[in-house]
């Protein structure tokens, strides 16, 4: 229970308040929540496959980097973290533009996500072909 009291001062006198509300279902909710974000994020950090999840509409990584995409470009998560994925990963634009907007991000075949792209070290990596998703 959330109880809530506010002094009022009605016609010339003083009136108290008492609100009272139960968020048994909240607390709830919110448990359930921190319970999956947990979850989620020991998949993220357990995964043999390289994560990275950016938030919003920016390029931005803000979110996530799992330690398999810490080894597979070379870089550490700190290095990557509000750092633009263009510019971390991307050689060439145009293979980025491609990547972004073909079947893989319409999600009709998520298995055709391949692309290369430049690890911390220079060199050219081949994104492997995504698959079981």
């Known amino acids: 229970m959330l109880v809530r009291a506010t002094r009022l001062d009605v016609q010339g006198g003083a009136v108290l308040l008492v609100l009272v509300q139960d968020i048994t279902e909240q607390r709830l909710a919110v448990r359930l929540l921190e319970e999956s974000e947990r979850r989620l994020a020991k998949i993220v950090e357990a995964s043999p496959e390289a994560i990275t999840i950016r938030e919003g509409r920016g390029r931005r990584l803000r979110i996530e980097v799992n330690p398999a995409s810490e080894r597979l470009s070379g870089y550490t ?5 509000g750092r633009s994925s263009l510019k971390l990963f991307w050689l060439d634009a145009g293979e980025r533009g491609r990547f972004v907007t073909g079947p893989a991000a319409r999600r009709d075949d998520p298995t055709d996500g391949r ?3 430049g690890a911390k070290d220079g060199q050219l990596r081949k994104r492997p072909r995504l698959g079981g998703l």
């Open 77 to 81: 998560r700190e290095e990557m973290i």
């Open 115 to 117: 692309s290369s792209f």
